[in-house]
């Protein structure tokens, strides 16, 4: 599914030109009007919004792109916000405007995001690989998410958390720590989910084109919570918004490692993402880290994911 925008304004369109990576004379001739009303738009930014005959004119130019194009369309869209310290609206944010599409989890009610079908670049070398569509979990999986899990299975509860009232209040919404691989994979199967392979929760971080962080190929630490810019503590999964990855997914730099679904050899599973305890050098999505099953510690959580066709066919059944 592309992204879609309400209402256009200058600001959509400049960010729709550059990328479909048209010239202004080409992208005028593209939408049927001329280059002054082009460049007028863009020069008023989110000032000015098309006539209704426009605005369907670039409906049609967005619904019709690559799916290339509306990755580099949803990157360009994400809302501006000072680094590492601003903080989404009550009920979790909409990370891009009007971009990729999201839905709620029937079951576990985490909001999730679709990664489309392609090909992308992956790993240290920027191999080419194609993965099938998916969806995946935009907020790593919080001390409110795990408690809702424990209620319903009874699972054990993490060894920090007061095991009469659960996690923390002040903590709800900080990623859930002290789990094992094997707490990982229960919550996952519980939610009807998984935890990503490798691949997956590469793409969802990097985008399509190999950039080096979320964000793009600028070493920011102030864009992650990591040992050089964080507090020395997990923080809530909504807070570093400028460092999003292209599909609008948080905290897929820093906070805490995640578990993924990638046995990397026997009972040991693959780590992503760093951590605040980590350095901004082992930030890179595309590094390597695992740990045993058995592992469990406070830097140290996970998010799920699960296939486009699977969640469609779940939202068809309880819808």
């Not at 094997?182 to 519980?190: G, I, R, S, T």
């Not at 040991?268 to 740990?291: C, M, Q, Y």
């Amino acid at each position: 599914m592309s992204p879609t925008i309400q209402i256009w304004s200058g600001r959509e369109v400049r960010a729709l030109r550059e990328a479909k990576r048209m010239s202004i004379r080409a992208f005028a001739a593209h939408l049927g009007v001329s280059e002054r009303m082009v460049s007028k738009w863009e020069a008023a930014g989110s000032g000015i919004h098309p006539r209704p005959v426009n605005q369907a004119a670039l409906d049609s130019s967005l619904a019709t792109s690559s799916s290339d194009e509306h990755v580099r369309f949803a990157g360009l869209v994400a809302p501006a916000a000072p680094d590492g310290d601003a903080h989404a609206a009550p009920g979790g944010p909409q990370p891009l405007a009007g971009g990729h599409h999201q839905v709620r989890h029937p079951i576990d009610g985490k909001l999730m995001t679709l990664v489309d079908a392609g090909v992308f670049l992956c790993g240290p070398h920027d191999d080419p690989v194609y993965l099938p569509g998916f969806y995946i979990d935009i907020f790593p999986t919080t001390n409110a998410d795990y408690a809702r899990f424990v209620a319903a299975t009874g699972h054990r509860r993490p060894g920090h958390w007061n095991q009469d009232s659960g996690p923390p209040g002040q903590l709800s919404d900080h990623p859930v720590v002290f789990v094992t691989w094997h707490d990982a994979a229960a919550y996952a199967e519980w939610a009807a989910k998984a935890l990503p392979t490798d691949r997956q929760w590469e793409k969802a971080a990097r985008g399509v084109r190999g950039d080096v962080y979320p964000w793009g190929n600028q070493l920011t630490p102030a864009k992650c919570n990591v040992r050089e810019s964080g507090p020395g503590t997990t923080t809530p999964v909504d807070r570093y918004h400028s460092g999003v990855s292209p599909y609008g997914v948080y905290d897929m730099c820093g906070n805490t490692w995640e578990w993924l679904g990638t046995l990397s050899q026997p009972s040991r599973h693959e780590l992503k993402g760093s951590a605040f305890t980590s350095p901004f050098i082992r930030a890179t999505p595309s590094t390597f880290n695992d740990a045993s099953v058995a592992m469990l510690d406070d830097d140290t959580g996970f998010r799920c994911v699960t296939p486009a066709e699977t969640l469609r066919a779940l939202l068809k059944m309880t819808g």
